[in-house]
């Protein structure tokens, strides 16, 4: 069959892809842009089964740039972690367009994922997500729903958060809302329902809940993550802590964003629990618990494969959606520090240590200093350090580094570019490069700033000291360091 498959560079549909391709289906991605496909993820045997298509669901130009015959459409796409504040209004224009474009093929079936709107008071974000089925339900193909309560897995956001919290603080000061119950679910039940319902008639113009098997409030979340990984903590619920100051208190403590931040917080006064289980009858499979959920998470990140993060989203910081069109690093109107240092180690260790840069390992020199600098941007609104990265040893082009975006990760020719995501009067990059010339290997390490206006300058010369100490030694240290072998 011919699926599309909006979102596909996105948490969710980074995992379903493979599980379409693997069950012989030909899968068209949509994406906004093509270059942040994960083209070097797959076998050039996979790929045959893969259409990717740029086009834009919020700015489209033209029609039919889909195949007429697909057989169904995945609609994955949300604006939850958008910090554009009339998110409501771009979901909105979203799905009218996807619509438009469906109308024009023979799809039998859309599926969307949605959130539980069983409460009758819902937060504007869940608001959002019925408005949206609202739309979809207009199409001419047949809406099949699948609405879901918080998901558990390597790389989600309330896994991340709830790991963030825990690992980080031995006694919370927590809001009332942590008294709200819940029914999680695994992303590996999520992935099976999504694939599980594709053509099956019972399931056209119906809504299912899927959840796992407990109903369980926050607070016991955070007490079960403690117990699986043998941790003492407590946790003190406190009725003064508002929305406000308790999305404050999340950005701090946590690698979330405000925006992300202010959305969890406001849909967690809704209970999102299952009322309706048929989807179980419907697409029979082993439904985990919260604890198992936990388990098959760290042993994703154990085995180093977690294949996408929420982190990565682009909506979550301050870049634009075009950002990888900064990967022409400018020479003009520049400040620049370039620090070159020739090596006789093999080339591939060096590369190695680049490719292990940011997140646990930290960035070879002056680790504390980067986590005030860190400190500093959360404190302006920026996204800090805190979101690490998605995995300790692989990059791709759109990946985020603790405040950095990754816009080149040409591993073959030893190239990384970051562009930083950090509040700053300018625009700044980081690029590594390694080269051989005549034998000799020699790393090239470029931090480039482009001022605006006079406070721009006025930073730069303010950071200079702080450059002059940390950028030699980091680029000494990526040389001379042990290499961690993936």
Same mark, same amino acid.
């Given at each position: ?62 029609? $039919? ?12 796409? $949300? ?38 709107? +069983? ?11 019925? &408005? ?35 690992? @980080?603080? #031995? *006694? ?43 109903? %369980?409030?926050? &607070? ?37 964003? /405000? ?24 697409? #029979? ?14 042993? @994703?990140?154990?085995? @180093? ?11 979550? !910081? ?13 020479? $003009? ?24 840069? !940011? ?15 860190? %400190?500093?941007? @959360? ?27 990754? %816009?080149?990760?040409?591993?073959? +020719? ?26 000799? +290997?020699?790393? /090239? ?21 702080? $450059?002059?100490? *940390?950028? #030699? ?14």
């Amino acid at each position: 069959m011919k699926i599309l498959l909006t979102g596909s560079t996105g948490y969710i549909g980074r995992r379903l892809l493979p599980v379409l391709v693997e069950a012989g289906h030909h899968v068209i991605c949509l994406v906004r842009d093509q270059r942040r496909f994960d083209w070097e993820d797959f076998t050039e045997e996979f790929l045959t089964n893969v259409t990717v298509i740029e086009y834009d669901l919020n700015q489209p130009k033209g029609n $039919h740039v889909i195949p007429k015959d697909i057989d169904a459409a995945y609609y994955l796409v $949300h604006s939850m972690s958008s910090s554009n504040p009339d998110f409501t209004t771009l979901e909105t224009e979203s799905a009218q367009n996807f619509v438009a474009l469906v109308n024009q093929t023979n799809a039998k079936q859309i599926v969307y994922l949605s959130g539980i709107v +069983n409460d009758s008071d819902l937060s504007d974000h869940l608001l959002s997500r019925k &408005n949206v089925e609202d739309i979809l339900a207009q199409a001419k193909a047949p809406l099949t729903v699948l609405r879901a309560a918080i998901i558990i897995g390597s790389g989600s956001a309330s896994f991340e958060i709830i790991r963030d919290l825990v690992e @980080k603080l #031995p *006694i919370m000061i927590a809001p009332k809302w942590l008294k709200t119950r819940c029914q999680p679910i695994g992303i590996r039940n999520v992935i099976e329902y999504l694939q599980g319902v594709l053509l099956k008639p019972e399931t056209f113009n119906q809504a299912f809940d899927i959840g796992g098997t407990e109903i %369980l409030t926050y &607070n016991q979340m955070l007490y079960g993550f403690a117990k699986m990984r043998g941790l003492k903590r407590w946790i003190i619920t406190v009725p003064v802590l508002t929305p406000k100051l308790s999305s404050l208190w999340l950005v701090f403590v946590t690698s979330t964003t /405000y925006s992300l931040a202010r959305s969890l917080v406001n849909s967690m006064k809704n209970e999102v629990i299952c009322k309706d289980l048929r989807i179980r009858e419907i697409v #029979p499979t082993k439904v985990l618990g919260y604890q198992e959920a936990l388990q098959l998470a760290f042993d @994703k990140i154990s085995q @180093k494969n977690v294949v996408s993060s929420w982190k990565d989203s682009i909506s979550l !910081g301050t870049m634009d959606k075009n950002f990888l069109n900064n990967t022409f690093v400018p020479e $003009h109107g520049v400040f620049t520090d370039k620090r070159q240092i020739n090596f006789a180690r093999n080339k591939k260790e060096v590369i190695e240590n680049i490719w292990t840069i !940011g997140g646990n390992r930290g960035w070879y020199f002056g680790n504390w200093m980067w986590r005030v600098r860190g %400190l500093m941007d @959360k404190m302006v609104g920026g996204v800090g350090l805190r979101r690490g990265r998605r995995s300790d040893t692989d990059l791709k082009a759109g990946d985020a580094l603790d405040f950095w975006r990754v %816009l080149v990760a040409d591993k073959p +020719n030893g190239r990384l570019l970051l562009y930083a995501e950090m509040k700053l009067p300018g625009e700044a990059w980081l690029e590594f490069r390694v080269k051989t010339t005549d034998n000799i +290997n020699t790393l /090239y390490q470029t931090a480039t700033f482009r001022p605006l206006g006079l406070w721009g300058r006025l930073y730069w010369y303010s950071v200079l000291p702080f $450059h002059g100490l *940390i950028f #030699p030694k980091m680029a000494k240290n990526i040389v001379e360091s042990k290499t961690q072998r993936p």
